[in-house]
């Protein structure tokens, strides 16, 4: 009896240990997956892994089925992968630990940024697009949400400057040597500009609108990224979302777009948005 008393208050114990410690590890393996899949979704690891994936369920179901010689070729075959690999994907590894390396890693995407701070940035693009749409100054901005575009951020010319409507208004200007392409913007900060966006191939676009706003339809079109143009030929406004166009907004109208779509994701839907087809 005395044993089985001592017995039961050992594994009490070892049980709590065992619940807290293994919280902490669980939660720490989920949020170093969720931020991986945030890193790479919306590049062509998210292809490759899906490819794995497929490999690893053929080689599994061959084993079970019996089918030696095909089990035997997808197992060469997957070591032969996993050796390939770090070749292939050599430049987005080294972009993976230099993000690690610098901070990155931990940022804040804008849907999770406080409520004052996401607000005063949407006020400072509103009056950005409000104030080169008076002067008809051709802008194209956009503002990264949870799929990652850093391999677009690589296109143009890093900027990393806190944002504000006068340094959007400075780089659109004609005379900028940034002016040309898209500025990406990722949380409090304009990450880069000049940049070069995917154009739409979208048949249902009108014909008078230009590249401008196909590559703003083009980036929406293949991530949740929110994209706002400034029309240099008529300086109206518009907002690029999930493929849609929404055309000649006023003040009003593009400052309640930003804020229902930069809404803070909730969890359900932050994961969500890691498995949509794009
Ligand atoms: N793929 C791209 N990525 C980012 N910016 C682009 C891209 N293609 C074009 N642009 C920008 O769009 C400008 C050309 O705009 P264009 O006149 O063709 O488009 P638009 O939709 O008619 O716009 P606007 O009404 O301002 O004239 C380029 O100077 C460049 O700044």
């Given at each position: 009896m005395e044993y089985l008393r001592a017995l039961k208050d050992n594994l009490n114990i070892n049980l709590d240990v065992f619940n807290i410690v293994s919280i902490i590890d669980i939660l720490i393996v989920a949020f170093v997956l969720y931020r991986l899949m945030l890193l790479i979704q919306g590049t062509r690891a998210v292809q490759l892994i899906k490819g794995m994936v497929v490999l690893l369920v053929a080689t599994a179901a061959s084993s079970l089925l019996n089918l030696n010689t095909v089990h035997w070729l997808l197992r060469y075959t997957m070591t032969g992968l996993l050796v390939a690999l770090p070749i292939v994907f050599q430049p987005e590894l080294r972009r993976a630990l230099e993000k690690l390396g610098g901070g990155d890693f931990f940022a804040r995407p804008l849907t999770q940024m406080a409520e004052g701070d996401r607000s005063a940035l949407i006020n400072e693009v509103v009056r950005a697009a409000l104030s080169m749409s008076a002067t008809r100054t051709g802008a194209l901005i956009v503002l990264e949400r949870s799929t990652g575009l850093q391999e677009l951020i690589e296109t143009g010319v890093k900027v990393d400057g806190i944002v504000s409507a006068e340094l959007l208004m400075n780089i659109f200007i004609?005379?900028?040597?940034?002016?040309d392409g898209a500025a990406i913007i990722r949380g409090d900060r304009?990450?880069?500009?000049?940049c070069v966006l995917p154009l739409s191939e979208s048949r249902?676009?009108?014909?008078?609108?230009?590249t401008r706003h196909r590559a703003a339809v083009g980036l929406t079109e293949q991530s949740d990224a929110v994209a706002v143009v400034v029309s240099e030929e008529t300086g109206n406004v518009s907002m690029a979302m999930e493929g849609t166009l929404y055309r000649r907004l006023n003040e009003a109208g593009l400052h309640e777009l930003l804020v229902k779509y930069l809404q803070p994701t909730t969890t359900r839907s932050a994961f969500s948005s890691l498995w949509q087809r794009r």
């Open positions: 004609t005379k900028s040597p940034l002016h304009l990450a880069a500009a000049a249902e676009l009108s014909r008078e609108l230009g």
